[in-house]
């Protein structure tokens, strides 16, 4: 329920007119909650976020969600608003959204089951990183 009410209010967002954004993300702090209350907990993530104009010159996006020094999760193309200077990346799917404010300041909420991840930290732009999937990892494993 809580996380529906997160995502509704970044679905309020306008549509997207700035120019092409590519951002690197540290996590400097996160906060796990549970049943039991919440604690703070070792950052371990570094996000990537683009924003662009694809080569069919349609917006495009993508979200990489990595484990520092390893492999990645990749979104490509989430869902992306953008509302008084803040810009969001919804992946429903998944449980997560982020949020990078003007001053570039970063949180990421993560939902698995009724446990949640949040994450905050700082964002500057950067060039879409060459990164690996944890997928292709799992599918290396089943050979």
Same mark, same amino acid.
Not at 16 to 19: E, G, K, L, Y
């Given at each position: 329920?809580?996380?529906?009410?997160?995502?509704?209010?970044?679905l309020?967002?306008a549509g997207?007119?700035?120019?092409d954004?590519w951002?690197?993300c540290?996590?400097?702090s996160?906060?796990?909650?549970g049943?039991?209350?919440?604690?703070?907990?070792?950052?371990?993530l570094?996000l990537f976020?683009g924003d662009?104009?694809g080569?069919?010159?349609?917006r495009a996006g993508?979200y990489?969600r990595?484990?520092?020094g390893?492999?990645?999760?990749?979104v490509?193309?989430?869902?992306i608003?953008?509302?008084a200077?803040y !810009?969001?990346?919804?992946? !429903?799917d998944?449980?997560v959204?982020? !949020?990078?404010g003007?001053?570039n300041s970063?949180t990421?909420?993560?939902t698995?089951e009724?446990?949640?991840?949040?994450?905050?930290? *700082?964002?500057? *732009?950067?060039q879409?990183?060459?990164?690996?999937?944890v997928?292709?990892?799992a599918?290396r494993?089943?050979r």
């Open positions: 329920m809580k996380m529906s009410l997160v995502i509704a209010i970044a309020q967002a997207i007119n700035d120019p954004i951002q690197e540290q996590i400097e996160a906060t796990l909650c049943a039991g209350g919440c604690k703070p907990v070792k950052p371990t570094k976020l662009y104009v080569e069919s010159g349609r993508y990489y990595c484990r520092r390893s492999l990645c999760d990749i490509d193309d989430p869902w608003g953008e509302s200077g !810009r969001a990346f919804v992946m !429903r998944r449980g959204i982020t !949020r990078v003007p001053d970063v990421d909420v993560a698995i009724d446990i949640v991840l949040i994450s905050r930290g *700082r964002c500057w *732009r950067s879409r990183p060459r990164v690996g999937r997928v292709e990892r599918n494993d089943r």
